[in-house]
């Protein structure tokens, strides 16, 4: 079980400091979310053409109920409940797949202002798709549990990463937003001003 326990705590951690970040307040309450409700998967929809705020918004939501199913179902493993966890695998792989649109979205819209977070952002996609791709339709391959278990450790962690890249990425394009906001809405050199009204009398 690679790393499975430290993720497990890594989630629960970061769910709670997601809630605090969705800029439009509709992450909800973490305890839910940890607990036995289901989530319903964000669709792509939810990214698409809207400002970069809403997108964040949606990224935030993506973490959060991807996160929420991948302790549901490291438990699910130890516990060795196999129909719950094929159930809960393939659910896992569903909402992994949205997560990526979603990311991918909020990374093209940065990507003129933060070039080198969204190649980053790339590296990590590689793995991710492997992870979805090793298990279709939930496969969960019973005759190799440990396998399985090592694998889902090893995407947390790449999960983890990519939320850092993420995170400074997201930070990064508000800031330049905000920069560039100013600047439209800086009033005009009074100097400048005087000259063009002093041209046209």
């Known amino acids: 079980m690679v790393h499975l326990k430290a993720s497990e705590a890594w989630c629960e951690k970061n769910v709670n400091n997601w809630n605090a970040q969705d800029p439009r307040g ?57 129909d719950l966890s094929e159930t809960l695998l393939q659910r896992f792989c569903t909402e992994l797949s949205q997560y990526l649109s979603i990311s991918h979205y909020r990374a093209f819209q940065a990507q003129v202002r933060a070039p080198a977070l969204t190649m980053a952002l790339a590296g990590t996609t590689r793995d991710i798709m492997q992870f979805i791709d090793r298990y279709p339709a939930g496969d969960a391959l019973w005759e190799a549990l440990p396998k399985v278990q090592e694998h889902l450790g090893q995407v947390a962690l790449t999960l983890e990463t990519r939320f850092e890249l993420e995170d400074d990425l997201i930070c990064q394009d508000r800031i330049s937003l905000d920069r560039r906001a100013r600047t439209r809405a800086a009033p005009a050199c009074p100097g400048v001003a005087d000259a063009t009204q002093a041209v046209h009398h």
């Open 26 to 82: 509709s992450m909800g309450n973490a305890a839910e979310t940890l607990g036995d409700t289901e989530t319903t998967p964000p669709s792509l929809t939810d990214a698409i053409l809207v400002p970069e705020a809403d997108s964040d918004a949606a990224v935030f939501k993506a973490r959060r109920g991807l996160l929420s199913n991948l302790l549901k179902l490291a438990r699910s493993l130890e516990c060795g409940v196999a």
